[in-house]
Every structure is written in structure tokens, then in C-alpha cells.
């Protein structure tokens, strides 16, 4: 067993295979989308939307009583270490009214789920294009074992080509790939769900507090 797993480990061909798999990512999705791709690989591990939303509904709390007893203006005192709450707590406070923070709120939940999904489509990409570029493998190798046929000792290393690339590409694209881009679909779904929950939240604390406002201009101007 040992021996065969030993055979199975070609550095020049997995290295090849992930340059052309690497080469295809960039050209479908852009440099920008490739990089952020490789930088969400640490959120495999320290992800935990479920650990942020508690965060987020403790942190809410103290917003709310903030407002209560001071006013929007001191929402953004909360000290929050998310920097998405920390954001949306100064734009409240600088809100002057609540259609102003819903707009920004909108705004920035659709460009985070962009940029979500944009990461999303690369790890899609080198899943796509994994087994690909094995076929393609597969079939050089196979062209120089047919070419070497009056040479009984080229056989070997074309048929190890045409056999590890197809491994290879199956490997990335089954065991490492597809894994990574559900992982990062379903953090990106619950990171989006809980914060459109605090948006929510917020715009409803604007509105309440924007009301006593909305009465007073409406009686002076009757």
C-alpha cells in the first residue's frame, strides 16, 4: 500500500495540473476574485456566523437601549468587533432619516453577497475545470504511449500520465474544491441572513425614533 501511494505522488504533474487549474480560474473570474478566493480559505476554519449572529443580537440590545435613552446619534458608541455591526451602527447614527440608512443597508448587503458569490464562482471554477484539464492529460499521455508503441520502456511513464492526471483532477475537484465552494456558500448564507436580521433590526429602531420627529414637522406645519 505504501508503495502504491509512493507512485501516486508526481510533484511535476500535480504541479502542472494546478498551474493550468489555477490559470483557468483567473481567466474566468479576474485576478481580484482569485485573490480573495485563496484569503476565504482561512474562514474554513475560524468561520462561525452562528458565534457573530450572538454577537450581533447582544450588541443590538445595547443599541436599542442607546437610543431609547440618548438618541440614534450615540448608536455608533456601542463598541461592537464586527466590522460590519461597527459600520452599520455609525451609518444609523448618521442617519437623519430612516430611508437614508435603508438605502446604505441595501446597498451593502447586495455588494457583500457579490462579493460572496464571486468567491464562490472561482472554487466552482477549478472544480469545473479539475477533471477537464485531467481528460486532457489523460489523452497527451496517451498519445505518447501510442507514439512510443516500438518502445517498451516509454509505456510506463505515458500511461503513469495518463492515469495521475485523471487522479489528480478528480482529487482537486471532488476532495478539495466542491467541499471548499459548499462551505463558503453555506458561511455566506448564514453571515447574510444574520445580517440582514441586525439591518432589519436597526431600520425598525430608526423608524420608531424618527417618529416623534415625523409628528412634531407635521404639526407645525398644520
Known sequence: MTNIAGHLFDPLTLLAMLGCIALVALFQNGASASGRALMALRLLLTGNPDR?????????????????L???????????ANAFLTEAARKLANSDRADQFELWAAQALADRAQRHGAVHR???????????????????????MFAAMDDPASLGPSMALALLT????????????APVAARLADLSD??????????????????????????????EVA
Open 122 to 144: 472561482v472554487w466552482l471554477s477549478v472544480a469545473d475545470a479539475a477533471p477537464a484539464l485531467g481528460m486532457a492529460g489523460t489523452i497527451i499521455g496517451l498519445v505518447g
Open 166 to 177: 485523471t487522479f489528480y483532477g478528480v482529487v482537486i475537484a471532488n476532495i478539495l474544491a
Open 70 to 80: 440618548r438618541g440614534l446619534s450615540c448608536t455608533d458608541r456601542v463598541k461592537t
Open 190 to 219: 448564514r453571515e447574510l441572513a444574520w445580517q440582514r436580521e441586525v439591518v432589519e433590526r436597526m431600520l425598525a429602531i430608526a423608524r420608531r425614533e424618527n417618529a416623534p420627529l415625523r409628528r412634531a414637522s407635521m404639526r
Open 52 to 68: 457573530d449572529r450572538d454577537a450581533a443580537r447582544t450588541a443590538m440590545l445595547k443599541i436599542d437601549q442607546v437610543a431609547q
